[in-house]
């Protein structure tokens, strides 16, 4: 949990509307081979290689944990994976999140690119009674009260 909220720059509580497929360019800078595909590489991209399919959630903030947002603002959380140009590409155990369910997220925030969830699947907890429980292996959870005080 700890890891979590130190990789985090935005911890929020929000409800997911449906999903849309959308697809992120790299910028072919910096280190992240999320954002640059030729990383760490000798390779010179040519515009367009690299293009990821991702689904795209509005996720409209119920509550602010730690991070720069309100209740009420509307944030875009994209997980990888999606449909590009006619074929669904899958990643191995990224769980779909459920649109209409209360979801913590542990979230980092680029600029001028949606948020991503921390840790895949890790760092997104969906509400189940009075618990959230991480959609990730390993059974993390955290009850409202524990959620509450995450700030």
């Known amino acids: 949990m700890e890891a979590l909220r130190s990789e985090a720059d935005l911890i929020v509580e929000v409800e997911l509307s449906g999903p849309r497929n959308d697809v992120l ?18 390779e010179t991209p040519v515009p367009g290689n690299g293009a990821l399919a991702i689904t795209v959630y509005e996720a409209s903030v119920i509550a602010v944990h730690d991070g720069d947002a309100e209740v009420g603002d509307s944030i875009d959380v994209a997980q990888m994976g999606g449909t590009l140009d006619g074929v669904h590409y899958a990643f191995a155990n990224v769980a779909s999140l459920t649109a209409g369910v209360p979801t913590l997220l542990f979230l980092e925030t680029p600029p001028d690119a949606p948020a991503f969830i921390v840790g895949e699947d890790q760092g997104a907890f969906e509400l189940d009674g009075d618990t959230y429980r991480s959609l990730g292996d390993g059974g993390l959870s955290l009850s409202r009260a524990e959620a509450h005080a995450l700030g």
């Not at 910028?27 to 000798?42: C, H, I, K, Q, W």
């Open 25 to 42: 360019m790299p910028e072919y800078s910096g280190v992240d081979p999320r954002l640059n595909p030729f990383a760490g590489t000798d």
